[in-house]
């Protein structure tokens, strides 16, 4: 048993922790940080079963697993946060999430493995048209935030109304991203595979024997238990607001997804000590294009389903801040190649954002 298993083992007992604090009535914030810290060990466990899943399964479904709980945490959180009615929190940990993916976990990549190793390689093409895709997103993100800003007496519907279409089409370019990534240009994303066939790895050895009721049990289980914690959290977060005087904004692009996302950060940091930087994007860039393709249009329709509006409009300076994460990021990306420097520039950039969403009012 590897030390990452005995350590997301051992931090299972915040589960029952952060139940007995909500039950005993606790502080807010300490009822808060243990079920951020109980979500965790429950991440990580969803995110290692859809992979094992995934491998058996094949690519084809395996994709659309990974699409569908790739990012179930960010996912259920909202959810829970938008039934109470936290829909400035929600949108927030959306933005939050994707800046945290591309400034902090890129960030801490780029440091730690550029200290390890002077230059880094990996794909370009790929890494090009995930920033691409980015900016799509980040284009239907800011057009509702214009609309409103520059129509005086424009109706709140209209706006709900431009989110419905907006997040159809971007679940539609995101069918076609696992079209294209799956099908027709698989070979662009399989760079490591043939790696490994050409070093004549035995596919057995890649492919080790999986008990696919297990993790399909596990996988169940982790997500269930989740949805409870995720109602703690989302409890607790609404007096913590109240109580430590944290503004709902800096709340949800901070706080929330550190506690949804440190798994992923984790493992970008883990692959790229391993001078496998091509992998590390792949999950940081991959994990943005899911929050902002997927997630973020399912909210939208899942909160017009609930009776809970949700639309695109986010605040100015979450959309500005998302803006300057994935030009610097594509800035960065666009050569192929990374070293420490570029880490430090990323976390600076994602400290100064942060410190700027602390004192915004």
């Given at each position: 048993m590897s030390i990452k298993t005995k350590i997301l083992l051992g931090m299972l007992v915040f589960v029952p922790i952060a139940m007995g604090a909500q039950w005993l009535h606790l502080n807010p914030l300490i009822v808060f940080l243990v079920s951020g810290l109980a979500i965790i060990p429950l991440a990580a466990w969803i995110a290692n079963s859809?992979?094992?899943?995934?491998?058996?399964?094949?690519?084809?479904?395996?994709?659309?697993?990974?699409?569908?709980?790739?990012?179930?945490?960010?996912?259920?959180?909202?959810?829970?946060?938008?039934?109470s009615g936290l829909v400035e929190v929600v949108k927030a940990s959306i933005t939050g999430s994707i800046i945290a993916n591309l400034l902090l976990a890129i960030g801490l990549s780029t440091l730690?493995?550029?200290?390890?190793?002077?230059?880094?390689?990996?794909?370009?093409?790929?890494?090009?048209?995930?920033?691409?895709s980015l900016i799509l997103a980040v284009i239907v993100m800011v057009t509702p935030t214009i609309m409103h800003e520059t129509s005086a007496g424009?109706?709140?519907?209209?706006?709900?109304?431009?989110?419905?279409?907006?997040?159809?089409?971007?679940?539609?370019?995101?069918?076609?991203?696992?079209?294209?990534?799956?099908k027709t240009h698989r070979s662009l994303y399989q760079l490591e595979e043939l790696e490994s066939e050409?070093?004549?790895?035995?596919?057995?050895?890649?492919?080790?024997?999986?008990?696919?009721?297990?993790?399909?049990?596990?996988?169940?289980?982790?997500?269930?238990?989740?949805?409870?914690?995720?109602?703690?959290?989302?409890?607790?977060?609404?007096?913590?607001?109240?109580?430590?005087?944290?503004?709902?904004?800096?709340?949800?692009?901070i706080l929330i997804p550190l506690f949804g996302g440190v798994v992923e950060y984790i493992t970008c940091i883990t692959f790229a000590l391993k001078n496998k930087m091509e992998v590390a994007m792949a999950v940081a860039i991959g994990s943005s294009l899911q929050i902002a393709l997927f997630v973020a249009p399912i909210l939208v329709l899942v909160g017009w389903l609930m009776g809970q509006p949700?639309?695109?409009?986010?605040?100015?300076?979450?959309?500005?801040?998302?803006?300057?994460?994935?030009?610097?990021?594509?800035?960065?990306?666009?050569?192929?190649?990374?070293?420490?420097?570029?880490?430090?520039?990323l976390l600076i950039t994602y400290i100064i954002l942060g410190t700027a969403f602390y004192f915004h009012p």
């Open positions: 859809t992979e094992e899943i995934a491998t058996v399964i094949g690519p084809a479904f395996g994709g659309l697993l990974n699409a569908t709980f790739g990012n179930a945490t960010e996912m259920i959180i909202a959810i829970v946060a938008l039934r730690l493995g550029g200290i390890r190793f002077s230059e880094q390689k990996f794909q370009p093409t790929v890494a090009r048209l995930n920033s691409s424009l109706k709140p519907e209209i706006l709900n109304y431009f989110s419905y279409a907006a997040a159809v089409l971007l679940l539609l370019f995101y069918c076609l991203m696992l079209y294209f990534s799956m050409a070093h004549g790895a035995p596919e057995a050895a890649a492919h080790p024997t999986i008990n696919l009721k297990l993790q399909l049990g596990v996988l169940l289980g982790a997500t269930i238990v989740l949805v409870f914690i995720s109602d703690i959290l989302v409890e607790s977060l609404q007096e913590t607001i109240k109580t430590v005087g944290l503004s709902p904004l800096f709340t949800g692009v949700m639309n695109l409009d986010f605040n100015p300076f979450e959309i500005v801040a998302v803006a300057m994460a994935v030009i610097i990021c594509n800035s960065i990306s666009s050569d192929g190649s990374s070293n420490w420097l570029e880490g430090v520039l």
